[in-house]
């Protein structure tokens, strides 16, 4: 399974043009749970807490980067975008963890289309956003361990990831390096440091000819694939506050309606009980 995975991120990959797949394993038997993948998405970046209360990686790996450690993982050189190992559980046992290859995770390093000293954050993400830990569940039938992937939206990475006070919570970093007047939220120093974070992903992806896209032409997009679905007699259902992104909101034609609140089937689903039910099995 790790090694199907590596491949899968490759195929994904293919050194920046990236193509949407996923890689089905075994579903659930009656007499026998299939593997899973402890992972949220085939890569990760570790989160390690310190001792003054900060944390060195992604926040939001702790418990992850904990696990693989639990189970032999020696830990990586302990930067901030240390890529964790992949877990895979096979029913009723625990984990095994298996460190991703080189040449299976491509990463775009951060720079600004203005700011030469943007390269000194040392700032960087993963190419290829696959989520590991949903789900394919089709005619009852759950496929846990099914891999998928698309292309990411800047925001993802820039609005939320290295944004998010929980997660690398850069903003403040960020606006002291633009000189920006942090002592007071009325200068909109946040906002005007996430415009910036945000050109600065855009900006690198696209000079890595690495697949993106942006919010406007996303949004732009989603109505469009809308109509046409409705135009065909087909209901789209979408929850708003996934659909809006989370910077320039009413900037973009998806903010200014509703939609409809309908879920079909085949679906991507998440099972947090069986989550839970599987890594106390695992029983580290
Ligand atoms: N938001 C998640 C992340 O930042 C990825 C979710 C899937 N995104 C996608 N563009 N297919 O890692």
Redesign the pocket.
Known sequence: IAEECAEHLREATRGGRIRALITVFAPDAPDRPAPRIWNE?LVRYAGYPRPDGGVTGDPRNIGLTDAARRLGWPGGPGTPFDVLPLLVQDAGSRPRWFELPEDAVLEVELTHPEHTWWRSLGLRWHAV?A?SDMCLEIGGICYPAAPF?????GT??GA??LADTDRYDLLPVVAERLGLDTRTDRSLWKDRALVELNRSVLHSFDRAGVTVTDHHTESRRFLTHLGREERKGRQVGADWSWIVPPISASATPVFHRTYENVERNPAYVHHPEALERARGAGDL
């Open positions: 998405q956003p989520l992937n698309g292309w990411y939206m993802e990475i939320r990831n």
